[in-house]
């Protein structure tokens, strides 16, 4: 039986690279707003794991935009 493969060719609305110094530690995907202001939220709590990282946001969809 084959797998099937969820997700695959849909462009996020954005990626969050989570950055400490010049090496990237993580990446998120969200794919709304709501989404990334959530995963940004886990920055400013000083008690969560990404606090110690430094965000930077690509908007992969509008760079698509730009390209085309």
Same mark, same amino acid.
């Given at each position: 039986?084959?797998?099937? %493969?969820?997700?695959?060719?849909?462009?996020? @609305?954005?990626? $969050?690279?989570?950055?400490?110094?010049?090496?990237?530690?993580?990446?998120? $995907?969200? %794919?709304?707003?709501?989404?990334?202001?959530?995963?940004?939220?886990?920055?400013?709590?000083?008690?969560? %794991?990404?606090?110690?990282?430094?965000?930077?946001?690509? @908007?992969? +969809?509008?760079?698509?935009?730009? $390209? +085309?």
């Amino acid at each position: 039986m084959n797998p099937i %493969f969820l997700g695959f060719e849909v462009t996020p @609305y954005a990626v $969050i690279i989570w950055r400490d110094g010049d090496g990237a530690k993580s990446k998120t $995907i969200c %794919f709304d707003e709501l989404e990334l202001q959530v995963a940004l939220a886990m920055h400013d709590n000083p008690k969560g %794991f990404y606090h110690q990282y430094e965000p930077k946001v690509y @908007y992969p +969809a509008q760079r698509k935009e730009m $390209i +085309a």
